[in-house]
Every structure is written in structure tokens, then in C-alpha cells.
């Protein structure tokens, strides 16, 4: 069944860094633009990175932006999710999720029809 | 970039119909159709309920509806069920290719 699996959160200092997998199943993975999208406790939903299906096309929010990087393995289909510089106000469930699309600059956001279970990341000291 | 303009909460009885609005900007609702709403029970992943402004993905019920005028997005819900008592987020493409989500409207089945 399509499947997304995501790990390597856990409890880091503040200024120190983070990787986080997300690896696809039951779907071509290649063909497909994904997300990284976030959840502070008891918050709302905050979109933070996305990269197009052959990762030519990566975009950000502004509140990541020059500190975490967005890549892909279609190899090995996984997604990642470098984190560093980290901060306190990065304390969030971390989800990974599929787009409808490639998401290139072309076709963009069709929405997010797979998430994974989410792996949370705490930022203290 | 602004998140979305949502009602922290609506409520409604079984059986009825509920409207849950998304207010953004001409940067974003406004200049595409690239609206999408998800339904988020605690303790879970958010689901997929619309996408593209007024398509149902398969296995969502027809109950669920969704529309746009200007900057404004709208989730109709009808035929009310305890089910659907959730956290509604909505999104939008931006100018910036970037993707903006809603504050969340809490849904209660009274």
C-alpha cells in the first residue's frame, strides 16, 4: 500500500543540527513533488519546504529559509530533511507528504494526498 | 507569507450543513485555483479532502464540497456527522510557488 514512513527526530540543543528520512512506498516515487510540513504542539499546520520530482525545483518558508535544506534519493526513495542552526520554535511533529503532481515551477502545489505518521523534533537545552 | 484567514471554530447538529470559509490574499487564493483542505482528528495526520478548489479525491464523501470567489475559499460540509467533528486546514499555492496554510478551524458536531 502507499506508504510514508518518516524518522530521525528526536530531542536536540538549540544551535546543533537534525536530518530527517522519509521513506516512500507503494508509489512511484520519482514522479512526485514532496512536503515537508510541520505541527507545534497544540498549533496549526505550517508548510515548510517542498522539492519537485527530480529535485531540480526546492522552495521554502521564509522561517527555514538558509537553515534547513530539502533533498531527495530517488534511488533509495527517500526523502530528507536537513535541519541546522536549530531553534526552540522548531519544536514541532514533523510530517512528510506526497503532492498530486511533480511540483516543478511550472505545475505546482495540487495538494497532499499521502502523509506519513510524523516524527517529532524538540529543540531544548 | 501570511497564513490564511480561517473561523477558529464552527459547530453544527447532525444533519446539517456547515461552512467553514479561507480568506487569503491576490497572492495566493485570489491568483489560482490551487485550493486545498484537509481534515485533521486529534492525534492523527491530516487527510486530503479537496484539492484544487472543488475536487473530492476518491473516498471522500460527496458531503464534502468546496468553492471559491476572490480571495475567499469555502468548505461546505452537509448532512452533518459525529465523524467529521475535526480540525479543518485549508492551503493555497502562492506567487512565490510556495504553499500557505489556514490557522485551523476547529469542528464541533453538537
Known amino acids: 500500500q502507499v506508504q510514508l514512513v518518516e524518522s530521525g527526530g528526536g530531542v536536540v540543543q538549540p544551535g546543533r543540527s537534525l536530518r530527517l528520512s522519509c521513506a516512500a512506498s507503494g508509489f512511484t516515487f520519482s514522479t512526485y513533488g514532496m512536503h515537508w510540513v510541520r505541527q507545534a504542539p497544540g498549533k496549526g499546520l505550517e508548510w515548510v519546504a517542498v522539492i519537485s520530482y527530480d529535485g531540480s525545483d526546492k522552495y521554502q518558508a521564509d522561517s527555514v529559509k538558509g537553515r534547513f535544506t530539502i533533498s531527495r534519493d530517488n534511488s533509495k526513495n527517500t526523502l530528507y530533511l536537513q535541519m541546522n542552526s536549530l531553534r526552540a520554535e522548531d519544536t514541532a511533529v514533523y510530517y512528510c507528504a506526497k503532492d498530486r503532481g511533480i511540483y516543478d515551477f511550472w505545475s505546482g502545489y495540487k495538494g497532499m494526498d499521502v502523509w506519513g505518521q510524523g516524527t517529532t523534533v524538540t529543540v531544548s537545552s | 507569507q501570511s497564513a490564511l484567514t480561517q473561523p477558529p471554530s464552527v459547530s453544527g447538529s447532525p444533519g446539517q450543513s456547515v461552512t467553514i470559509s479561507c480568506t487569503g490574499t491576490?497572492?495566493?487564493?485570489?491568483?489560482?485555483?490551487?485550493v486545498s483542505w484537509y481534515q485533521q482528528p486529534p492525534g492523527t495526520a491530516p487527510k486530503l479532502m479537496i484539492y484544487?478548489?472543488?475536487n473530492r479525491p476518491s473516498g471522500v464523501p460527496d458531503r464534502f464540497s468546496g468553492s471559491k470567489s476572490g480571495n475567499t475559499a469555502s468548505l461546505t460540509i452537509s448532512g452533518l456527522q459525529a465523524e467529521d467533528e475535526a480540525v479543518y486546514y485549508c492551503?493555497?499555492?502562492?506567487?512565490?510557488?510556495?504553499?500557505?496554510f489556514g490557522g485551523g478551524t476547529r469542528l464541533t458536531v453538537l
Open positions: 491576490s497572492s495566493d487564493v485570489g491568483s489560482y485555483d490551487r
Open positions: 492551503s493555497s499555492y502562492t506567487s512565490s510557488n510556495t504553499v500557505v
Open positions: 484544487e478548489v472543488s
